[in-house]
């Protein structure tokens, strides 16, 4: 399931703070909040971490794809439990599941009557059976949410990713058989917290979610409401801004590469990882890949503890169980993580630029948590952490972004106070919770390391101050191109000596600088017979990531 549909590329870089937010005095705030979250995203940001569960004909295969090529009188999960299903995501400490109703193959869970291809014609409780039924009853019985995975593409059927058809006939066809799918889907089981149509869809959903089921998050898509991080390794970038552009989020493939703090549209980033990674099905050659609780903790600090959510698939098996070894290490995991975070040292709320935590005496912290109020958008955009010890005050730590979460481990000390110190922000801050824990243990070694990306729109990378892109394939039509720069650390300040060249011609003319932006270089591209490369100086940044989108 190599994210999302497309070829996968990787290119290390995350998204730092652009230009535009100020660094001073009380009030003298400058930059926008643009990006405000709804009730629902609010909502479901809150819920952190969930358990995606995939489950398909590929898993009588040994591989990740359905080869279409098991008998369906073969899929009969004699032991099926989704309450074993339920009762791993409550220790794992996920508080919903998105379950695999559809995968690529085209094979349906549920009682369908769009395709043959589907449970009913399995010998599974004599071809009555309902697993996406199940789920949702344990789901209700564990006060857990529902969440789907509807694939659009069909291998069954013939439809590509992204539900893309090779006639308009066979498109006509699958939309309807598609939509009738999915209005099965949004009408039988509840409310639905999240939909995954992993790669996009073609097909016209949108009248279907707004009458079915308006309140449920949209993975993917013209109306996607979260966006895939960019990798399948587990980690988020940091910053992981929530806002992006309005052009880019109606792409319906962003990635967390594409955040900007300034961008109108708040779209959060979901990270999804494979407790058997990189294998997303499980198998009888995967047991080996379980990750263990080391590497989870590591995925939790860098993916919720960068302000995104965390979705760790656990894989069922030709039983219809959750394997042993799998479960062992969820509820291990979960369990450690209420124990680091369950009990704080302290904690508060407040706003303005300067919060202090005062203790009630000494005490040995070393984790910071963050939370600002995202009703009111993300408007931190640098601090410092401090600590005050008999009577003196000193730095402990520092950040950009805090948004929904960070977590920030630090020195472990004694002391008796701790303070917040907004040092860059584009509106008064609004601290929802600042608090300390003593973890008692060392954080994981990488957590504060940079995570690789992958981005629809990703031209190339920039090293030593210096780039040159070769944007050839890239660019389809004689238009203006927005060029991009994302910096791994630190921030963009300027870029210079830029040269385009269109053949062995080039013409300063055709680059122009976007206002106020020094992360920005618009190109007028004139001509697509010939070779397009553009070269140029990067200020402030050593090294990053170049996006290059269509205007």
Known sequence: MK???????????????????????????????????SAKERAWQDLEVGMFVHFAPNTWQDVESDNLSTPLSEIDPKNLSTDQWAQTAVAL??????????????????????????IRNTPWKDGKGDVLREVEASCRKYGLKLGVYVCPRDDHFGAGTGGVCKTLELQAKYDAMYREQLTEVF?????????????STVT????????????????????????????????????????????????????????DPNGSVWLPSEVDVSIRRPNWFW????????????????????????????????PANREGLLSDPDCRVAAAFGAEVKRRFGSPVGMRSGKGESIELKLAKPMRIDTVVLQEEIALGERVRGYRLEARTGGSWKEIGAGSAIGHKRIQPVESQVVDAVRLVVTEAAAAPMIRTLAVFDTVVAPPADWDAVSSLWSANLVGKWAAGSFSLDLTKA???????????????????????????????????????????????????????????????????????????RR
């Open 93 to 118: 400490g996920a508080r919903y599941i998105v379950f695999v109703a559809k995968h690529q193959g085209g094979f349906c869970m549920w009682q369908t009557k769009t395709t043959e291809y589907s």
């Open 187 to 199: 009408t039988r089981y509840g409310e639905l917290v999240e939909i995954w149509f992993d790669g």
């Open 283 to 314: 198998s009888t050659k995967n047991a080996n890949k379980v990750l263990t609780l080391d590497q989870l903790m590591s995925i939790y600090y860098r993916s919720v503890g960068r302000g995104a959510q965390l979705l760790l698939n656990i």
């Open 475 to 549: 660019v389809h039509a004689a238009t203006e191109y927005l060029l991009r720069f994302h910096p791994v650390a630190g921030a963009v300040t300027g870029l210079r000596d830029v040269m385009l060249q269109i053949g062995e011609a080039s013409n300063p003319a055709l680059v122009k600088r976007v206002p106020g932006r020094s992360d920005e270089l618009l190109l007028d591209i004139t001509g697509l017979d010939k070779t397009i490369r553009v070269s140029g100086k990067v200020e402030g940044a050593e090294s990053g990531s170049v996006t290059l989108e």
């Open 3 to 37: 994210r999302r549909g497309f070829l996968y590329g990787v290119a290390a870089g995350v998204v730092a703070s652009r230009a535009g937010a100020w660094t001073g005095a009380l009030g003298e705030y400058k930059g926008v909040v643009r990006a405000l979250p």
């Open 204 to 259: 016209p959903v949108g009248d279907l979610l707004a009458k079915y089921q308006p309140g449920a998050m949209v993975f993917q898509g013209p109306q996607a409401t979260i966006r895939w991080v960019g990798n399948e390794d587990g980690f988020a970038p940091y910053p992981c801004w929530n806002g992006i552009d309005a052009a880019e989020a109606k792409s319906g493939t962003a990635t967390a590469l594409d955040s």
